[in-house]
């Protein structure tokens, strides 16, 4: 029987992925920065365990909590609109600790264990504005951009130990309240400097207006397809929004 081991498991994403998997008959080791019961079903295949991918230290006990993995996805992530003007440098920090450093420190503690085995996989969720020119995500782009271009590279260092990196680009989802997340809850008017607000708010209408969104169990699915895939595929858009992107990129 297989392990995954899965950041940020305790809403959206990571949520409907440990679920999916462990459907399938997997072992699921649900990582969340503070464990809560009652999130995920109760199970003898299905552990919780406190991770907070920016310190060294729960890294490592993390992974020493949870044992051999056959594959780790990397979901754990800070949402972010903003406006590039009116955006601290330390919020920037926050973001590339957890959106990009976070997912290479996992990456390399587990590393190990994959290549002395001689398999495993890395599955990096990044997400579908990679795919495209979006206004209101310069930093949450360049945070996922560079792990897109960060998994293609150790694809191919990885390759001659039988270890896979693959990333997984998720579309717009409304259930996963992306957007209320980014904000914190604050409205606009109190994020955004005041010659953007106009602007910002009828790009932010015109977003919610369209046609296609993502659901979390695509994400899900997808994940599950990218780990089990053979034909060598690197990216993996998950939701018609982000295969339409894909398709038009």
């Given at each position: 029987m297989k392990t995954v081991?899965?950041?940020?498991?305790?809403?959206?994403?990571?949520?409907?992925t440990a679920v999916h998997f462990h459907a399938q008959g997997w072992n699921v080791i649900a990582t969340m920065r503070t464990p809560r019961a009652g999130v995920l079903p109760e199970s003898d295949r299905l552990r919780i365990v406190g991770l907070d991918v920016t310190k060294p230290e729960s890294i490592t006990a993390a992974f020493e909590?949870?044992?051999?993995?056959?594959?780790?996805v990397n979901n754990a992530g800070i949402p972010s609109i903003s406006v590039f003007e009116g955006t601290p440098m330390a919020r920037v920090r926050e973001i590339f600790?957890?959106?990009?450093?976070?997912?290479?420190?996992?990456?390399?503690?587990?590393?190990p264990r994959f290549r002395e085995r001689g398999t495993g996989v890395v599955v990096n969720v990044t997400s579908s504005v990679?795919?495209?020119?979006?206004?209101?995500?310069?930093?949450y782009k360049a945070s996922k951009m560079a792990v897109e271009g960060?998994?293609?590279?150790?694809?191919?260092?990885?390759?001659p130990f039988g270890v896979e990196a693959k990333t997984v680009e998720p579309g717009a989802c409304l259930t996963t309240n992306f957007a209320d997340k980014a904000m914190n809850g604050a409205p606009l008017d109190e994020l955004i400097p005041a010659p953007y607000v106009s602007w910002a708010k009828k790009t932010m209408a015109d977003f919610t207006g369209q046609d296609l969104f993502t659901k979390e169990s695509d994400v899900?699915?997808?994940?599950?397809?990218?780990?089990?895939?053979t034909?060598?595929?690197?990216?993996?858009?998950?939701?018609?929004?982000?295969?339409?992107l894909a398709q038009a990129k």
């Open positions: 081991l899965i950041t940020g498991a305790s809403s959206g994403y990571g949520r409907e909590e949870a044992g051999p993995i056959d594959v780790l600790e957890t959106n990009t450093f976070g997912v290479m420190a996992m990456t390399q503690a587990v590393l990679v795919l495209g020119h979006m206004p209101l995500s310069a930093i960060f998994t293609a590279s150790l694809a191919l260092e990885l390759a899900a699915e997808t994940v599950w397809r990218a780990v089990h895939d034909t060598g595929q690197l990216r993996f858009p998950a939701g018609p929004d982000a295969v339409q």
